[in-house]
């Protein structure tokens, strides 16, 4: 169920740059309520400094970003985080504490300054624990958590704090296949329900069966933007990724999928192109059978 209301982010002319670098140069998006949006791009493409962009973290040098209809820069701190969250690419190393109580730390914006948690916030973050399959690391400290299991912990915390946008940057990096789908089926039931989602995904089959649009990032620009069918084509995936390859709808989940060639610059077909588009990408399912295949 989508609200009415202003859009929920908007960025207008977004630049940002180091040491003369341009990591954002004019991006422009609109991302209305309710929707799933993922960030697709090559390496370097500027997908983790516009994640951090919209959260508040960088301080962008041109243009604007606005929240729900007011300006972020414009919002204090905690104004930003009750309505906002972000999971962080890395999650950070927390040490001592267990993963209850750093997920209890997404509480925090809905706090009053002196007040502490409650009965309330311990079944939030009981609940969302449970959500995210972590529960059983409850009384556990970060340090004895593989990498992917502090990644959920983290996705944990920022569901906590009950957002009305999440913002994940690569949530499913350093997770195991069971555990990708778990995250982005929540993530997309969450969206469903109203919640706004965007992530960085650089796995293009999950970006396309999950997400409701796309924007492809190149060199700091918006190269397109669209629903998957318009973004996933074989010349704006050779454009930004420099590699050939099909598009064709998966039987069992009618999903798109993206079947890799090989690189631009090869004279003929190779096993695999390169590593951004992703091993997972460009896999098929048993007896999936692409269309070039097929005639």
């Given at each position: 169920?989508?609200e ?12 940002y ?12 998006l609109?991302v ?16 983790s ?10 301080r962008h040098e041109?243009?604007?970003?606005s929240l729900?209809?007011?300006?972020l820069?414009?919002?204090s701190?905690?104004d ?9 690419q890395i999650?950070p190393y927390?040490?001592?504490f267990t993963?209850?109580e750093l997920?209890?730390m997404g509480r ?9 948690e409650?009965g309330?916030d311990?079944?939030i973050a009981?609940g969302?624990m ?9 009384d556990?400290?970060l340090?004895t958590?593989s990498?992917?299991e502090?990644?959920r912990v ?5 569901l ?6 999440l913002?994940l940057d690569?949530p499913?990096?350093n ?5 990708q789908?778990?995250v982005l ?12 989602a965007i992530?960085?995904i650089?796995?293009?089959h999950?970006a396309?069966r999950?997400?409701?649009?796309l924007v492809?990032l ?8 669209g629903t998957?069918e318009?973004v ?8 930004a990724?420099?590699?050939r390859c099909t ?6 989940t009618?999903?798109?999928a993206?079947?890799l ?5 090869a ?5 695999q ?13 048993a ?9």
């Amino acid at each position: 169920m989508r609200e009415e209301g202003p859009p929920a982010v908007v960025t207008e002319d977004l630049s940002y740059s180091i040491e003369e670098k341009m990591l954002l140069d004019g991006v422009s998006l609109r991302v209305e309520q309710g929707r799933f949006v993922g960030i697709i791009g090559p390496n370097g493409a500027g997908k983790s400094t516009l994640l951090r962009s919209l959260s508040g973290i960088l301080r962008h040098e041109h243009g604007g970003v606005s929240l729900e209809g007011a300006d972020l820069r414009s919002m204090s701190s905690r104004d930003v985080a009750a309505r906002l969250a972000l999971v962080p690419q890395i999650a950070p190393y927390t040490q001592g504490f267990t993963s209850f109580e750093l997920v209890l730390m997404g509480r925090y914006p809905h706090l009053g300054r002196f007040q502490i948690e409650g009965g309330g916030d311990n079944r939030i973050a009981l609940g969302v624990m449970r959500q995210t399959d972590t529960g059983q690391f409850a009384d556990r400290t970060l340090d004895t958590l593989s990498g992917g299991e502090r990644q959920r912990v983290f996705v944990s915390r920022a569901l906590a704090q009950q957002p009305r946008v999440l913002l994940l940057d690569e949530p499913t990096s350093n997770l195991d296949v069971y555990h990708q789908l778990k995250v982005l089926d929540l993530v997309r039931q969450l969206v469903d329900d109203g919640l706004t989602a965007i992530a960085a995904i650089h796995d293009l089959h999950m970006a396309a069966r999950y997400c409701d649009r796309l924007v492809l990032l190149t060199e700091g620009r918006v190269l397109a933007e669209g629903t998957p069918e318009e973004v996933l084509t074989p010349e704006a995936v050779e454009s930004a990724f420099g590699v050939r390859c099909t598009v064709y709808r998966e039987p069992a989940t009618g999903t798109l999928a993206i079947g890799l060639i090989g690189t631009a610059d090869a004279h003929g077909p190779r096993e695999q192109g390169n590593g951004e588009v992703g091993r997972s990408a460009g896999a098929r399912p048993a007896g999936a059978v692409p269309p070039a295949a097929q005639r």
